[in-house]
C-alpha cells in the first residue's frame, strides 16, 4: 500500500454541513474499497488566487490516506464526475 494525498476544493455555495457530508461520503468510498484514511483537515472557506470556473473561492479539504495504486483511478472519475467539486488533485507526499 502507498500514501497518498488528496485534496479537493469544493462549491462555495454549498452549506458547511454540507461540505462535511461530501468529504465523509469520499473517506466511506476509500475504506469500501479498502483505503486506510489517517487524517482528514478541513479548511473551511478560502479565497483563490485566480478564478475558477467563474468561482472566487472554496471549501477546501485534504485527506491523508494508504491504498493500492488501483484506487487512484476510481477515485479521480468519482470527484470528476461529482458537480460539488471545483477541483480536486491526488498526489503521493514525498515522492
Known sequence: M?????????????????VHTLVSAVEEFLGGRGATVS?????????FAYEIDHLT???????????????????DRM???ADEVVRHKVFRPGA
Open 2 to 18: 502507498r500514501t497518498y494525498e488528496l485534496m479537493t476544493i469544493h462549491r462555495p455555495d454549498l452549506a458547511e454541513t454540507e
Open 79 to 81: 470527484l470528476s464526475l
Open 57 to 75: 473561492e472554496g471549501y477546501y479539504s485534504v485527506i491523508n490516506f494508504s491504498s493500492e495504486a488501483e484506487l487512484i483511478a476510481d477515485l
Open 39 to 47: 487524517s482528514t483537515d478541513l479548511w473551511g472557506k478560502r479565497r
